[in-house]
């Protein structure tokens, strides 16, 4: 039983506006900047564009404070624009996924202006109000954003709830009027033509009555508290009555940003009958990392926990569910820098991750730039920093006595401001993404890493992935196979093979910079093999004791 929907069999690339092009000098990427930019995604070989959020926003968080759900950026344009990008992209046979943002509003949506103006305003309960214990926060929770997720609101003398920035107060999704407000505005961009959503730290809608405090596990006077408020009582309600009074009504593609889901959750989420998405964005891959201090801890990354991970959900989620496949968005570091090699291999293990996750079952997502296997950026000062939560965390850490020298360190790895550097399109002045001065420092190595010089180059990571997309759409086994891990002890070699019908797919690749040896006693009993792509030219002859250059991929056919 092979149910085919056309969100399985569609590849995603996700464009973040503000860095992607700019199309009047004013150095923010905006909505014509895409429009004359979908040739390219379109040479790639994608077919679905997801947009991180154009709505109106002070952008405190880059368009994640939305102040007003049916109207566009004035910096990315107008509605008119958004609505010739939603038509050009149609024109050319691809579909528009819109992020759907509705944990939280900007402090400055007309709601929470209207909900702290007064105790009685008919708004108040659009918001999580409290009044707080003994001239203190309710509880210990702490923001995602560091701090508290409360903050004192002078005008009434009560806390609101904001689980991101202080200018993100979290909805009150108890309130049936603005479960309702929110149905409203999802009809709203529903009819204007839209494909689909990608839903926002969506599993966060419902906190745990009380707010009790969450148990002290680290110094300071704020914990994490996610077990709060990470699929509380009532979000499987919530949800299944968006299924109810919008989803179910339209084919839709939907992808839940869901941090700390298991395989368990995500088939209840994702459920034919039930569930309310698609697919889910899972974590466990690109949190492979055994050692502590969260996320802007020492890095322990390793890939045998990220093959488990992958394993596990790809096993696990083999006859019901769905995948997504990803290594970046612009949350994340950039991941050749991170899984890969950006100096000697940069190219080799661009491609090598490549190869991993697009042979793999799932919807594979491309993150603006990752294409051209584009780096991680170290800015000097912390000046040059954008990112809402960077720039937090470094104050409340220096604050609480940290080093800058080690926090620098670790804001050049885990920064999502890696992500955000505007995206190379050539060697000119800007990577030509400007004409004038970009909002956010550009990567200095533009001249050497660009589309333009990728777009003439058959060797580049660019051709590559246009490659590996094209395999996907060739081969149903690359679609539909069922994933099997192989030898899967091995400390640096990553094989697995995808099987259906007579045909095998057997993919190998090297996670390290050493030649490696690969051994696999049952090829013998194929007849036939065939080498469908590979990262070294000419490409590796597969034997069954072979040896894999640093970073090497291939991927084979076989026949029995
Ligand atoms: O991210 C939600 C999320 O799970 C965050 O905890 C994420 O880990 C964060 O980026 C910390 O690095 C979504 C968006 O993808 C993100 O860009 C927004 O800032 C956030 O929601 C608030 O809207
Ligand atoms: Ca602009």
Known sequence: ?????????????????????????????????????LDYIQELGADVVWLSPVYKSPNDDNGYDISDYRDIMDEFGTMADWEQLLQDVHERGMKLIMDLVVNHTSDEHSWFMESRSSKDS????????????????????????????????????????????????????????????????????????????????????????????????????????????????????????????????????????????????????????????NMLFQWEHIEADPGTGGKWGEDTWSMPEFRRAMTKWQVELESRGWNTLYLSNHDQPRQVSRFGNDGEYRGESAKMLATCLHMMKGTPFVYQGEELGMTNVAFETIEEYRCVETRNMYRAAIEAGGDHDSLMKAIHRKSRDNGRTPMHWNAEANGGFTTGTPWIGINPNYPKINAERQLGDPNSVFQYYKRLIALRREYPVIKWGTYQVILEDDPYVYSYSRVMDEQTLLVICNFSDQPRSFRWDTLHTYARKQLLIGNYNPGVELESDMTLRPYEAAVYLLQS
Request: hydrophobic share 30%.
């Open 1 to 37: 039983m092979k149910k085919t929907n056309w969100w399985k069999e569609s590849v995603v690339y996700q464009i973040y506006p503000r860095s992607f092009k700019d199309s009047n000098g004013d150095g923010i990427g905006d909505l014509q900047g895409i429009i004359s930019k």
């Open 122 to 277: 008919e708004y108040r309960d659009y918001y999580i109000w409290h009044p707080g214990t003994d001239g203190r926060p309710p509880n210990n929770w702490e923001s995602v954003f560091s701090g508290s997720v409360w903050q004192y609101d002078e005008k009434t003398g009560e806390y609101y709830l904001h689980l991101y920035s202080t200018k993100q107060p979290d909805l009150n999704w108890e309130n049936p009027k603005v479960r309702e407000d929110v149905y409203d505005m999802m009809h709203f961009w529903i009819q204007k033509g839209i494909d689909g959503f990608r839903m926002d730290t969506i599993t966060t809608l419902s906190k745990t009555p009380g707010f009790p405090d969450a148990p002290q596990v680290k110094e300071g006077p704020f914990q994490p508290a996610t077990q709060y408020y990470i699929n509380g009582p009532r979000l499987q309600d919530y949800l299944a009555e968006m299924k109810r009074e919008v989803l179910s009504k339209y084919d839709l593609m939907t992808v839940g940003e869901t941090p700390g889901a298991t395989p368990e959750e995500a088939l209840s989420l994702t459920d034919e009958e039930t569930g309310v998405m």
